[in-house]
């Protein structure tokens, strides 16, 4: 079952900064123009700390990105920057966006809704967090590194639960009022939250989500960071960290020990505000690349149909209207649409758990990725020789721009896919979804000191 708490916040004082200007879209999705651009914004930029840059001398000063965060957060808290709740609460969430993708005079406007708490860590094996897809080695060493440093939790992790009824959303949002947080983000997302501190309202939502089931939307490096640091402090529960999680008459719930719980965002994967995009691979660095010899290569499993030279939206036209597995190859020379043959793709796809056979990025990885290409599994979590973009046209102009081999463009993975596999406890390939919008970081954060 999903335990939840409310927890003392802290937040970015209005008095001190303008919330534009300090907040950051999740460290993962910030590139290089993005990071100089909220360095630039305020010195007191979340980026800062989430993703720092590195300083000339650091090794000889003793410094790194990691200890300038832990210092830039203390004095930020020092000097009333951020500031701290006087209570445990909860925070609503919602953020209204247009879908990407539409065309000129078709957009579409939605409202995804949820709220923000800490939750129970819990291992994989006691089925009640659920994850999704597979993780890389790199993020989780790097999170874990700023997890020791600055000791906190600055974004959420993005959970899903299922709701049907939307009892949960009914609980948080009838009657809210004016929201206490407002925010426009550089992709014309609004956020808006409200806190919640009443302590009936605070347990009757902790006892609503009792017996959901739990899964990870985005923020699996953050989330298994954290459990693997939770473990190592399981030991060190003493006197100054009573067990607390029993709620009584007078007391709102509270980790047994501050390391034990994360923060979170809740969204009820079955409304209608939850968005998928894809998430398109670029391969590049190949020590030998052959356009003609891949694709004669990919006819064993593959049929394969020569597309005119196009734009990316052209391209991605072309996949929507497939109705069975298929993905697009750029190449510097030309592109293809490949579908999957039936026969030869279940012979090669033996090993692979039948739900997941069918999938479009099960495919690319196992027999695209890895046996046309050789990149097994270990390279492809040491990302090596691939990027995730999900900008298609991006992914098309670096392999035009000559900064890739091919490119492979995709559709997003369905919500009813998602969950058939998560809930079967099986993963899929990394990067397999991308959740639109994202969650910004800096709109609370939790301290474990």
């Known amino acids: 079952m999903a335990i939840l708490f409310p927890f003392r916040a802290w937040r970015y004082n209005p008095a001190a900064v303008r919330l534009d200007e300090v907040v950051t879209q999740p460290y993962d999705k910030i590139s290089p123009a993005m990071q100089q651009a909220y360095y630039q914004s305020s010195p007191y930029n979340m980026v800062r700390i989430l993703l720092g840059l590195p300083e000339l001398f650091d090794a000889e000063r003793g410094e790194s990105v990691y200890s300038r965060a832990a210092r830039d957060f203390n004095a930020w808290r020092e000097q009333g920057v951020l500031i701290q709740e006087k209570a445990p609460c909860l925070f609503a969430y919602a953020q209204t966006f247009k879908v990407p993708g539409a065309l000129p005079g078709s957009e579409v406007v939605k409202e995804r809704r949820g709220f923000i708490a800490l939750g129970k860590l819990h291992d994989y094996a006691d089925r009640v967090v659920f994850r999704h897809e597979q993780t890389l080695s790199k993020p989780k060493s790097d999170r874990l590194n700023l997890l020791k440093a600055t000791r ?199 090993e692979v758990p039948e739900r997941q056979r069918p999938l479009d990025l099960t495919q690319l990885h196992a027999v695209v990725l890895d046996k046309l290409l050789g990149l097994d599994a270990e390279k492809v979590r040491e990302q090596s020789n691939l990027r995730y973009l999900r900008d298609a046209a991006e992914a098309v102009e670096q392999v035009r721009r000559g900064e890739a081999d091919v490119a492979f463009l995709t559709r997003p993975v369905s919500m009813e896919q998602l969950k058939e596999v998560a809930f079967a406890g099986e993963v899929m390939p990394q990067k397999s979804t991308d959740f639109y919008p994202k969650l910004l970081s800096g709109l609370t954060v939790y301290a474990l000191d």
């Open 152 to 350: 906190a939790h600055f974004g959420q992790i993005f959970m899903l639960y299922s709701d049907p009824a939307g009892s949960v959303e009914k609980i948080l949002y009838d009657g809210n009022g004016v929201p206490d947080t407002q925010i426009t983000d550089e992709y014309g997302v609004n956020h808006r939250l409200w806190r919640i501190s009443d302590a009936a309202t605070i347990r009757l939502l902790t006892t609503a989500m009792r017996d959901k089931k739990l899964i990870i939307a985005d923020g699996h490096h953050r989330y298994e960071t954290a459990l693997a640091y939770a473990k190592e402090h399981a030991s060190q529960q003493t006197a100054a960290h009573p067990a607390k999680a029993e709620t009584s008459v007078n007391s709102l719930p509270a980790p047994p020990y501050p390391e034990a719980a994360v923060m979170m965002t809740f969204v009820n994967m079955d409304s209608d505000g939850l968005v998928i995009l894809p998430t398109h691979r670029v391969v590049h660095g190949l020590a030998s690349f052959e356009p003609a010899a891949f694709i004669k290569s990919a006819q064993q499993y593959f049929t394969v149909e020569t597309l005119a030279e196009a734009n990316a939206a052209a391209y991605l036209n072309t996949l929507q209207e497939q109705t069975d597995t298929a993905f697009v190859v750029v190449t510097p020379p030309g592109s293809w649409l490949l579908r999957a043959k039936s026969d030869a793709m279940a012979k090669a796809l033996a």
